[in-house]
């Protein structure tokens, strides 16, 4: 199976270029923060206090969201591979998709980082706010806190994949095309 974590701050690209490797590759997209939308949507027991930490930039607990991306592992655990979108967002988190993963006989196969500049992040974060109808891409301060947040709980995890020897960083900036041939290249270092 071809695992692998899609890496980046938000604004990144990490939405846009899933879909396409999805396509190329022929991958399930797990994406936590669709997955706690949908959570939203459907009004459940725990769907205010999601909603409540998402509004505000701030991260879900790891458990909840480890909870959830467990669940669709056992459910895709004979596809062709599964690209992670948002997750994992903490070291704790990382740790516990190792350990699901090694649980299958499986593993994290590379990390491809797509980085771009700070204020290039700002710009698209906000500019999609105006047709995402997501709340935490429309005000500044939001989106400044996320940024905020992955730098201080995310960025260490480029570390924890470098000591794995599966970090892959991949220039995020440019036209779709160009990032997703950035990315493809990335991909062939990853380790089946
Ligand atoms: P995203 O769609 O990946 O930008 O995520 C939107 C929001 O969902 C984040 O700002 C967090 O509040 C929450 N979220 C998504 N993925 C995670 C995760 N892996 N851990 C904790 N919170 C998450």
């Known amino acids: 199976m071809l695992n692998i974590v899609l890496f980046g701050a938000p604004g990144a690209g990490k939405g846009t270029q899933a879909d396409k490797l999805v396509e190329k590759y022929d991958l399930v997209h797990l ?13 459940s027991a725990r769907s205010a206090a999601i909603k409540q930490l998402i509004d505000k930039g701030q991260l879900v607990p790891d458990s909840m969201v480890a909870e959830m991306v467990a669940e669709k592992i056992g459910e895709h655990r004979h596809s062709n591979g599964i ?3 948002g ?8 740790e516990m998709l190792d350990a699901m993963l090694a649980e299958q006989g499986l593993h994290v196969c590379g990390m491809v980082a797509l980085n771009a ?3 290039e992040l700002v710009r698209r974060l906000l500019e999609r706010g105006k047709y995402s109808g997501r709340d935490d891409d ?5 989106v400044r806190r996320r ?18 020897a599966k970090y892959l960083p991949v220039v995020g900036v440019g036209g779709i095309d160009e990032i997703f041939a950035n ?9 089946p």
């Open 31 to 43: 994406s936590t923060g669709d997955m706690l939308r949908s959570e939203v949507a459907r009004q």
């Open 83 to 85: 690209i992670f979108d």
């Open 87 to 94: 997750f994992p967002r903490t070291i704790p988190q990382a």
């Open 117 to 119: 500049p700070e204020d």
């Open 138 to 142: 429309r005000d500044d301060d939001v």
């Open 147 to 164: 940024i905020a947040v992955y730098h201080e709980k995310t960025a260490p995890l480029m570390d924890y994949y470098k000591a794995q």
């Open 183 to 191: 990315l493809c290249a990335a991909i062939k270092h990853c380790k």
